[in-house]
């Protein structure tokens, strides 16, 4: 192997075990892991930049804007209260309404910003309750990991993967992955009652205090509100339709944001661009240019010859090699940077014979979004939810989440290897 690509191998090693070890911010260290790229003459500027898949990054962008200026109308904790009230107040029914609309919002807004959006409304209910939120927290995780696989937009890996391949549209996203996300929501459900349903009791008169509250009054800017929603629902009516009007999803993406930040005047535009993610933006570029490194120098055409030379190119076994792959690897690893290595290998492989290359992109985003429900640090939602817990008085351990993810996370893939091998070779 070349000095070049040794070079390579050793940045990339060093700069995932430090995202790993998380001593310092992994935005910093993805950076500086893709800037030693450039600095040690393994890929120029220029192709560092043509690496860097400004359709994730601008997609990433326009949603964050729309939402938080969504989230600015109190839209959200609305629907969390009036979702509450349904339940009677019984920590159980909440639980699950609070789930299954984690599950939906992370399918349509991505799980990052679901999150960020429940789980203040959650502290706030389970506070009132006076009952533990880690249950509900934990619950809450696992299901915007799920329900984010469902959608091109719903998870980090689906939007890298959705932009890589220009054939994989946001309908066949929704026809290819949505179905097997029902089936796991609907098999996981009644297992979290089971797990939960003794941590979360309360006093009927407590019940009857959420029952008094009222959810309208979380609603405080009716005129913006119709403006957010309005925007969001052609937002996504343009990603159904994208193909067809030969527009990319970032595009639509940031063309609802423009327009919202047009209807809604300046103060509101300063105010949602301090809200975007700038971190997780720039921890993108770096992963980005970090991969372009392997890329260039060869490792990952080794890479990908060697794993069809361990499944000798039988399709089903490369499909059930890159599921569990992906789904153990993300359990450990974040499952970002996973996937974006993990997008040129399949690629390449589509230059070595495999012929249809779409079994094997799905096995990745099932893989990699369940995959993220294994611990702790799997995936990017967790650590926020795991973050601002903790800030409030409920840390959730490491151990004591992998307890419950680790198993629930199984379960999940053996789901999606069932429905992989019947939906697409038999």
């Known amino acids: 192997?070349?000095?070049?690509?040794?070079?390579?191998?050793?940045?990339?090693?060093?700069?995932?075990?430090?995202?790993?070890?998380?001593?310092?911010?992994?935005?910093?260290?993805?950076?500086?892991?893709?800037?030693?790229?450039?600095?040690?003459?393994?890929?120029?500027?220029?192709?560092?930049?043509?690496?860097?898949?400004?359709?994730?990054?601008?997609?990433?962008?326009?949603m964050m804007i729309i939402v938080s200026i969504t989230a600015d109308t109190g839209l959200f904790k609305y629907i969390a209260l009036f979702s509450a009230k349904k339940a009677k107040g019984d920590p159980v029914r909440i639980l699950i309404s609070l789930v299954l609309i984690t599950a939906v919002g992370s399918a349509f807004l991505d799980n990052v910003t679901t999150v960020l959006l429940m789980v203040p409304v959650t502290i706030s209910i389970t506070r009132q309750l006076r009952v533990n939120p880690v249950p509900f927290l934990i619950t809450q995780i696992l299901a915007s990991n799920i329900g984010g696989t469902a959608t091109l937009i719903g998870d980090p890996p689906n939007i890298m993967i959705g932009s890589a391949v220009k054939e994989l549209t946001f309908m066949s996203f929704i026809n290819n992955l949505t179905p097997i996300v029902v089936i796991i929501m609907a098999c996981i459900l009644p297992i979290f009652v089971l797990l939960f349903r003794k941590q979360v009791t309360t006093t009927p008169e407590l019940k009857m205090s959420i029952m008094q509250m009222n959810e309208k009054d979380a609603l405080t800017d009716r005129t913006l509100l119709i403006k957010s929603v309005s925007v969001l629902g052609l937002t996504i009516i343009g990603f159904f339709l994208h193909q067809m009007l030969h527009l990319e999803s970032a595009t639509v993406a940031l063309a609802g944001a423009f327009l919202l930040l047009l209807l809604t005047g300046e103060h509101a535009m300063e105010n949602a661009f301090t809200k975007v993610e700038w971190t997780t933006i720039f921890f993108f570029v770096g992963l980005f240019v970090l991969v372009s490194g392997l890329v260039e120098t060869g490792v990952i055409s080794r890479l990908a010859a060697q794993a069809i030379a361990l499944t000798g190119g039988n399709p089903i076994a490369t499909s059930m090699l890159i599921l569990w792959l992906s789904a153990i690897a993300s359990a450990f690893l974040d499952n970002i940077p996973f996937v974006a290595t993990m997008i040129p290998m399949i690629q390449e492989m589509g230059n070595m014979g495999v012929e249809n290359l779409e079994p094997l992109w799905w096995s990745l985003a099932l893989g990699a979004c369940l995959g993220g429900n294994g611990t702790l640090i799997g995936a990017s939602a967790n650590l926020i939810v795991a973050g601002m817990s903790a800030k409030e008085g409920h840390p959730i351990k490491f151990v004591t989440f992998m307890k419950y993810g680790f198993p629930l996370m199984l379960i999940s893939v053996v789901l999606a290897n069932i429905y992989i091998y019947v939906r697409y070779f038999i």
């Open 1 to 62: 192997m070349e000095q070049q690509a040794i070079l390579a191998i050793g940045i990339f090693l060093v700069t995932y075990s430090m995202i790993i070890a998380e001593k310092f911010h992994r935005t910093i260290i993805a950076m500086l892991g893709g800037v030693s790229m450039v600095i040690l003459g393994i890929v120029n500027q220029e192709a560092a930049l043509h690496h860097i898949d400004f359709n994730t990054l601008g997609l990433l962008i326009g």
